[in-house]
C-alpha cells in the first residue's frame, strides 16, 4: 500500500521560500504521477503541481508559474516541491498525492489521484 508523508511546511514571509517534500513508502513512487494540492481555509482544495513519473510532463497552477518548481528523486522516493517568492494567497494545507498515470500527461484533478498524504500547513502572513 502506498503511503505518502508531506513535510517542510511552516511559517514563512511573504517573498520568503520554502521547499515541500512528499515521501513515499511502502511502494516505489517511481510509476507514480504525482500531484501538490492546497486548501485555503473555507475554500476547495485546488491543484498546485504535478509530475509524471519520467517528470518530462509538469503542469502548474497559473497562479503559481514561474515561482514554484515541482521535482522528483526516484533514488530517495520522493517528490518536492520548492516555492518561492511566497504571497499570502498561498497559505493553505498543502497536500501530495498519487496514482498511477491515466494520460500522457499529468493533470491537476482531484478525482485522478487515489493516494494522499495528511498534509502539511502552509501560512504566509498579510
Known amino acids: 500500500q502506498l503511503q505518502l508523508v508531506e513535510s517542510g511546511g511552516g511559517l514563512v514571509q511573504p517573498g520568503g521560500s520554502l521547499r515541500l517534500s512528499c515521501a513515499a513508502s511502502g511502494v516505489q513512487l517511481t510509476f507514480y504521477t504525482v500531484g501538490w494540492f492546497r486548501q485555503a481555509p473555507g475554500k476547495e482544495r485546488e491543484g498546485v503541481s504535478c509530475?509524471?513519473?519520467?517528470?518530462?510532463?509538469?503542469n502548474y497552477k497559473e497562479s503559481v508559474k514561474g515561482r514554484f518548481t515541482i521535482s522528483r528523486d526516484h533514488a530517495k522516493n520522493t517528490v518536492y516541491l520548492q516555492m518561492n517568492n511566497l504571497v499570502p494567497e498561498d497559505t493553505g494545507v498543502y497536500y501530495c498525492?498519487?496514482?498511477?498515470?491515466?494520460?500522457?500527461?499529468?493533470?491537476?484533478?482531484?478525482?485522478?489521484?487515489?493516494?494522499w498524504g495528511q498534509g502539511t500547513r502552509v501560512p504566509v502572513p498579510s
Open positions: 509530475i509524471s513519473p519520467s517528470g518530462d510532463s509538469r
Open positions: 498525492a498519487a496514482d498511477v498515470p491515466l494520460y500522457s500527461v499529468c493533470v491537476l484533478s482531484r478525482k485522478d489521484y487515489t493516494y
